[in-house]
């Protein structure tokens, strides 16, 4: 059985920075169980007494993204006379910044969230890739920054949604047996193509829980191994005669996945810029 730690992430802001790092952190610890409070957008003194008072309840680990030096006192000696660690996770890196830069940061509550050029571009990406899901709006592939395909079960949508948040319009196009692969993605020249596979083993046991979630009795070829593995022979066979790229998602998960396309998109990018970064 594992043992638990209760984790107190405390932010200022919208706290994704302090659940990705505490997450990171403990998925080292195979035997512990993390058990997170999270503290989002705590600006004010009464706000922050309320979590001092969670973290009496329940010690544990804390950590914290306060740009107001006046919380960060307060969090810090009261954790100090309870006992608790307490770490303040931007504080390194700020140093870091500042000896380099020779200068001072200058504090902004949620700094990172701005309503800029990139994140205007990150909701158009957004837009994009739910409008062209699944093989929606096919003529409007051309468009994409990147086209993932694949047969059912192998985390197209997922991926794509992912990577619009990170700024690339991604489509989605399905492959499905017995019907033709359509013309608007074979003829795709500028966008990024790449074809999503997964072990037959892993496709059955997806296709299998999402079936019988839906009550649906004759599970037929949908769920047969052999039939599978002809999809996937398939998809092989598909990408090789375009030059496609592929990835296997068997063991990997969604960001796992979508670094991978990141790194060819940006590749692609490269090459079509005439060996430019772009």
Request: aromatic content about 6%; hydrophobic content about 40%.
């Amino acid at each position: 059985m594992k043992s638990y730690v209760h984790l107190h992430l405390i932010s200022d802001s919208t706290g994704e920075t302090l659940i990705a790092v505490g997450r990171a952190a403990a998925a080292q610890y195979v035997s512990v169980r993390a058990v997170e409070h999270v503290y989002p957008l705590i600006r004010s003194t009464k706000q922050l007494e309320r979590v001092l008072n969670e973290i009496e309840i329940s010690p544990g680990i804390v950590l914290y993204t306060l740009v107001s030096p006046e919380l960060v006192e307060r969090l810090e000696q009261h954790c100090e006379a309870i006992g608790a660690p307490c770490v303040s996770v931007l504080s390194p890196v700020l140093n870091i910044f500042r000896s380099y830069l020779g200068t001072e940061s200058t504090p902004r509550v949620g700094g990172q969230h701005v309503l800029d050029s990139d994140y205007f571009r990150r909701i158009d990406a957004l837009n994009y890739t739910l409008v062209h899901d699944d093989g929606q709006n096919l003529h409007g592939l051309k468009d994409a920054d990147v086209v993932l395909t694949g047969i059912s079960r192998t985390s197209k949508t997922p991926t794509s949604i992912y990577l619009a948040n990170r700024g690339i319009k991604a489509a989605n196009v399905p492959l499905i047996p017995s019907i033709p692969v359509p013309a608007e993605l074979e003829e795709l020249r500028g966008p990024l193509v790449v074809g999503l596979l997964a072990s037959p083993e892993r496709i059955v046991q997806i296709r299998q829980n999402r079936v019988l979630t839906m009550g649906a009795a004759d599970l037929g070829a949908y769920v047969d191994k052999a039939a599978v593995a002809e999809e996937i022979a398939y998809t092989r066979k598909l990408c090789a005669r375009h030059g496609w790229p592929m990835i296997d998602v068997t063991r990997r998960s969604i960001e796992e996945t979508a670094a991978a396309i990141m790194a060819l998109y940006r590749e692609k990018r490269t090459a079509d810029d005439g060996g430019l970064e772009p």
